[in-house]
């Protein structure tokens, strides 16, 4: 990453800094005491009572006497063995005083006192020490120059990027053309103002990338920044909250005067949907209330500043369906480009970028790596790459081959193996069955996918084996037979271990609930229920770019509507159940060759499968 423009935070008042603080306060302590005896007072000074002062003057023991305002003393007569020693008592009235030392033949002299000396000394000078001290604390409460601490809490936090500094530009950024596309206006515009202002067109305000995460959003955004050399101020969305009311508010305002100096500039707000979600009609007090401040603030923001001046306000979220509608009206966020998953040739670009600084064998080939990472966004392709050297290096390798991607590619889907895991061997033999039944059935099937490997080596955190099955070309939609034959693959490994063993396990676990949400989605969103007709059943849009796990709650629905719901779920599950039984039942001999296969291997390759199985795939009629 390139140098930023801001230094390195100090770090808080506390640890090293805080155990000093109290040898600083002694030293200080001590250089007081020793201004105040040895400057204010010379030498050695002994205070006595006025009493035992008037004796020593009546005894003719002192030789010299100072008779100063507030104070009188005497300094003493030499004597074999000691120095002249001074003694200082407190003045009282004593108007016999005078008559008494000239009675002794004592000489007295006056002395005046130095107001600004003492005034300095007694006053200015421990001030002075205190301020200084109370500077050291306040400058690192507020992080010193660099502005980050509690008295510099309402300023903005975003990272400022100078010209040619954001280190990423379009040829860092691949797979996602379209995109790139809609975006060299926003830099031509950048580089070029007049040829927009000439003609009275004006540039979008804002520039709203959403997609799915890892697909790249905030990558292009600072390759935008790189193309048109502009400054790049960037900020997540939850750093312009906090716990003090007003400081989120405070840093918008902060982070928009900062762009507006440095014109033209991009302001990129990452995870936006963390400060402008949809504002609820009676917000309670707290941080809720705090973040809808902040939002309208930016809100404000929008509306006041100039495009003229060049700043381009650009944005990127995963969820865009929570936003609040003020943000994406027109003459805010304006323009909203959707930067998703690659498809086959776009894989292929990335994988291409990724490996640039990769020592690859021979045998490496990118087109066949990224026909087998269907629905893989730009972060998991990053990943696979790196996964792949990892392994190359440590297994004393002197280039990335495609076995080393091939166990990239296993990791990033079933997770790490555990050739350790000790299984007993009827286990072994359910975990074969259950697999076998999986492929078997995938395999007979004319609109499943086509298998690619099984194992029964464990993986990750509970799975005992996977079936791995690739698409053979990218998808967009789904038939409703397409769906139905996944619900019958997804049921064949238990379909499997019921026929072999007459009984079931909890292996199935993770199968029955895909399959049990798959045929609800069938009912309830995609209108696929023969029953219940072409109608949806949910209360609104799905997060477009979220697992399925994130939906939206569930409809209102009726007693009656439910429950023949529930029916309509119920009969998909089982028909799903009954072809899988009818085509294991038919290949029973397949299935039982296909598992000692397993039991011995542990692994095998989907050709090795359909060499076994011979027949090509059924097309018959579900």
């Known amino acids: 990453m390139p140098p930023e423009k801001e230094k390195t935070p100090a770090p808080p008042f506390g640890g090293e800094q805080f155990r000093q603080l ?117 400058g690192r409460a507020g992080g010193g120059a660099t502005g980050g601490g509690l008295m510099a809490i309402g300023r903005s936090k975003a990272k400022v990027y100078m010209e040619k500094q954001t280190g990423v530009t379009f040829d860092d950024v691949a797979g996602v053309d379209e995109a790139k596309e809609e975006l060299r206006e926003i830099i031509d515009f950048l580089r070029e103002p007049e040829k927009y202002r000439r003609l009275g067109g004006k540039i979008p305000k804002g520039v709203l990338l959403v997609g799915p995460p890892g697909t790249g959003k905030t990558m292009l955004a600072k390759a935008v920044a790189g193309e048109a050399k502009v400054p790049f101020f960037s900020m997540s969305g939850s750093e312009f909250v906090e716990m003090f009311v007003g400081v989120g508010a405070a840093r918008v305002r902060d982070l928009f005067a900062q762009a507006q100096a ?28 705090e973040r809808e401040h902040t939002l ?8 006041g500043f100039d495009t003229r001046k060049g700043v381009i306000i650009m ?33 292929e670009d990335i994988l291409r970028v990724h490996c640039k600084n990769i020592k690859l064998a021979a045998d ?34 002197d280039a990335v081959d495609m076995n080393d991607f091939e166990e990239a590619i296993n990791r990033i889907i079933a997770g790490l193996e555990k050739k350790r895991r000790v299984m007993n061997k009827h286990e072994q033999e359910i975990v074969a069955y259950h697999e076998s039944g999986h492929a078997l059935v995938a395999e007979s099937l004319p609109h499943a996918d086509r298998v690619y490997r099984i194992s029964i080596i464990p993986r990750g955190i509970a799975a005992l084996g996977y079936t791995l099955q690739l698409p053979t070309q990218d998808r967009y939609l789904m038939t409703r037979a397409e769906l139905l034959d996944r619900l019958t693959v997804l049921l064949g490994g238990r379909t499997a271990e019921e026929l072999v063993f007459n009984e079931v396990s909890t292996g199935a676990q993770d199968d029955l609930a895909k399959a049990t949400d798959m045929a609800r989605s069938m009912v309830t969103a995609y209108g696929m229920s023969e029953k219940l007709g072409p109608m949806t059943y949910e ?49 029973r001999d397949i299935l039982e060759t296909l598992t000692r296969i397993l039991l011995e291997k542990e692994t095998v390759e989907g050709d090795e499968l359909r060499a076994l199985i011979g027949a090509p795939r059924a097309t018959e009629a579900k």
């Open 22 to 138: 109290p040898w600083l306060m002694l030293a200080m302590v001590i250089l007081l005491w020793v201004i105040g005896s040895y400057i204010i007072a010379p030498g050695y000074v002994k205070a006595i009572p006025y009493s035992d002062f008037k004796g020593m003057v009546q005894q003719g023991a002192l030789e010299e006497v100072v008779i100063a305002p507030e104070k009188v003393r005497g300094i003493t007569k030499a004597k074999e063995g000691e120095g002249r020693l001074t003694y200082e008592a407190v003045k009282v009235e004593d108007p016999d005083l005078i008559k008494e030392l000239d009675a002794k033949g004592i000489r007295y002299t006056g002395e005046t006192a130095n107001p600004w000396l003492y005034f300095i000394l007694s006053w200015v000078l421990p001030l002075l020490v205190l301020y200084f001290i109370w500077r050291a604390i306040i």
């Open 262 to 289: 440095q014109a033209p500039c991009i302001i990129f707000i990452d995870e936006l949907d963390a400060m402008g979600k949809v504002r609820s009609v009676s917000p309670v007090a707290g941080g809720h209330e």
């Open 296 to 303: 309208q603030q930016l809100l404000v923001e929008m509306d």
């Open 315 to 347: 944005a990127a979220t995963n969820p865009p369906e929570i936003l609040d509608p003020a943000l994406l009206r027109p003459g805010r966020f304006d323009r909203h480009i959707l930067v998703d998953r690659p498809d086959i040739r776009g894989r």
């Open 364 to 397: 490496a080939d990118l087109k066949l790596l990224a026909a087998r990472t269907p629905g893989f966004a730009g972060a998991d392709l990053a990943n696979i790459v790196n996964e792949a050297a990892l392994l190359a290096a440590r297994r004393g390798k």
């Open 539 to 587: 209360p609104g849009r799905r997060p477009l770019f979220l697992e399925p796990g994130m939906a939206a709650p569930r409809a209102e629905l009726s007693e009656e509507t439910a429950r023949e719901i529930d029916c309509e779920v119920r009969a998909l599950i089982n028909k799903a159940h009954q072809r899988a039984e009818k085509i294991l039942s038919t290949r």
